[in-house]
C-alpha cells in the first residue's frame, strides 16, 4: 500500500512564506508526475503546481512567480515553497503523485495540509 504524508501547513501572515512537503511510501516502483492542488471553502479543487519526473513544471497563472513546486525522487517527496502569500491563497493543500507499484500505475492523494493567510 502506498501513502502520501503531507506537511508544512499553517497559519501566516499576508507576505508571508510557508514550504509545504509530501512524501510517498510503501511499495513504490517509481514516480512520474507530481503536483499539488488545493481547495477554497465553497470551490473546486484546483491545480496549483505539478512537476514532471524530468523537472518540468506548470503553475497556475495565480501563482506563478510566486510558488515554486521541486522533487527529490530519492526520497519520494514533492515541495512547494510559497512566496509573497496573499488572503486568496488560504486552502486546505493536497499533494498528488502518479505512483506505479509494479502492479499499478495509479494517482495517490494525501490528506492534505491546511494553509491559512490571515493578519
Not at 5 to 19: D, H, K, M, T, Y
Not at 48 to 71: E, L, M, P, Q
Not at 78 to 103: F, P, R
Request: with cysteine.
Amino acid at each position: 500500500q502506498v501513502q502520501l504524508v503531507e506537511s508544512g501547513g499553517g497559519l501566516v501572515q499576508p507576505g508571508g512564506s510557508l514550504r509545504l512537503s509530501c512524501v510517498a511510501s510503501g511499495r513504490i516502483l517509481s514516480i512520474n508526475a507530481m503536483g499539488w492542488y488545493r481547495q477554497a471553502p465553497g470551490k473546486e479543487r484546483e491545480s496549483v503546481a505539478t512537476i514532471s519526473r524530468g523537472g518540468s513544471t506548470n503553475y497556475a497563472d495565480s501563482v506563478k512567480g510566486r510558488f515554486t513546486i521541486s522533487r527529490d525522487n530519492a526520497k519520494n517527496t514533492v515541495y512547494l515553497q510559497m512566496n509573497s502569500l496573499k488572503y486568496e491563497d488560504t486552502a486546505v493543500y493536497y499533494c498528488n503523485q502518479n505512483i506505479h507499484t509494479g502492479w499499478s500505475l495509479s494517482d495517490y492523494w494525501g490528506q492534505g495540509t491546511q494553509v491559512t493567510v490571515s493578519s
